[in-house]
C-alpha cells in the first residue's frame, strides 16, 4: 500500500502552550548517566540554581523546588498559607483560575470566585467591591492567574496589589505564573507579590515535573502562623535545607536539574528583559496576521483588546468550527501540531470544535513564528475557511520591524 505524501515529514514543531519547544542544549544537558545524588556536581550546582531561579522570577525572597507539575504548585502554594475553612478569592478569567479555586476547596477551603468570563480581563470595580465588603478580613489570600492559558487573557498583577493596598486589605496575593515566567514581564518582589507559583515546561523550556513556589516574609509568616502543613507540602525545609534531599522532600529529580541549569543559563545570557521583548515582537507578529485574516474571514482572537492578550498564547476561534479540522490538518500535512481549545466550551456544545490556540512560548524566534504562520494559512487554504489575504505580509512587517 502506498500511502499519501505529505509535508510533514522532517523536524516536527508543537506549537501548543506547554510544554514548549525544548532547546537542544537542555536535552543534551540531560542526556547522561544518573549522578551521584550525595555529593558532587549537582549537590553543589543547587545555590547557584536557586538565585539564578529567583532572578527569573524577580525576587529576593524564598523558592521551593517541587517535583510536581503545575497542579502540585498550585496545591503546595496553598497548603502552606490556607487553614481548612479559610477563605480566598478568585478573579477568573478563563479555566485555570476555576482549577485553582477547586484545588482550594479540595484542601477544604472556601473558594470565592468572581467569575469575569471566558474573554475579559478582571474588572477592578467588581474586585474592589468583594474586597470592600469584606470587613472582617475573611479572604486570607486573593489568587491571581496572571496569564490565562485557557483563554489567553493577561491580568493586571500590579493593579490588583494597588487595589489591595487602597483598601488597606491584608490579603495575600498569590500569583500563578506558569505561562507568563520566562515570557512577559513578572516582577515578584517590584509588584509586591507574596508567592508565585510556576512550572517548568512552559517559559522555563525544560520538562514538564518539576514546579516553583516562591513566597516572601508576609507568606512566611503566615507559614508559620498556620495549624499544621502537609509534610511533604511544606515550603519550610525546601526553601532552608539542612541537607540536599531536603530540597525535594526526597530523592532529586536529578535529570530535570542539569536541564534547568541549562536553561537558566540561555535565559540569562540573552537577559530576562530581552526575553520579554522577544516574545511580545513575535506576539505582535501573530495578532497581526490574525486580525487580517480576521477582517474578511470567521477568524476571532478570543481577547479584543491588545493590552490584555498574552504575549505567550493566543486563543482563537473560528466561526465555521473548523478548528479542530484546521489542527488536524496542519497536524498531518505540515508536522506542525496547534493547541486545542481549552475550557472555552462543554463536551456536548456544538462550538467545541470552534476553538483552538496558538502556544508560542519559551524558545522560539522569528522564523518560527513565520513558519507557524504560514502553516495556519495554508491549513486555512486547504480547508477552504475564509480569511483575509495579506496576513504573512503583515506578520512579516512586524518581524521586519
Ligand atoms: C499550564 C498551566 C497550569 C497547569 O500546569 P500543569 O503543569 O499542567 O499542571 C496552571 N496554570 C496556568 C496558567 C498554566 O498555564
Known sequence: MTRSPTLAHGRGYLAIPGPSVMPDAVLQAMHRAAPNIYAGELVEMMPGLTADLKRVARTQHQVAIYIANGHGAWEAALANVIAPSETVLVPASGRFAHGWAEMARGIGAEAELIDFGKSAPWDMDRIAQALRADTGHRFKAVLAVHTDTSSSVRNDIPALRALLDELDHPALLMADCIASLGCERFEMD??????????????????????????????????????????????????????????????????????????????????????????????????????????????????????????????????????????????????????IGLGMAAPDDPNRDAYFRLGHMGHLNGHMVLGLLGGVEAGLTALDIPHGKGALEAAAAVIAR
Open 190 to 339: 517590584a509588584w509586591g507579590v507574596d508567592v508565585t507559583v510556576t512550572g517548568s515546561q512552559k517559559g522555563l523550556m525544560v520538562p514538564p515535573g518539576v514546579s516553583f513556589v516562591f513566597f516572601n516574609d508576609k507568606a512566611a509568616a503566615k507559614r508559620a502562623a498556620m495549624p499544621r502543613v502537609s509534610h511533604y507540602w511544606d515550603w519550610a525545609p525546601r526553601a532552608h535545607p539542612d541537607d540536599f534531599y531536603q530540597y525535594f522532600g526526597g530523592t532529586a529529580p536529578t535529570h530535570h536539574l542539569y536541564g534547568l541549569r541549562a536553561a537558566l543559563d540561555m535565559i540569562h545570557t540573552e537577559g530576562v528583559e530581552n526575553i520579554w521583548a522577544r516574545h511580545q515582537q513575535l506576539a505582535e507578529a501573530i495578532w497581526a496576521a490574525c486580525e487580517v485574516w480576521g477582517e474578511t474571514g470567521d477568524l476571532c482572537l478570543n481577547v479584543a483588546d491588545r493590552s490584555y492578550r498574552s504575549h505567550a498564547v493566543t486563543a482563537l476561534r473560528l466561526e465555521s468550527r473548523k478548528g479542530t479540522a484546521l489542527r488536524e490538518w496542519t497536524d498531518a500535512h505540515l508536522g506542525l501540531t496547534l493547541g
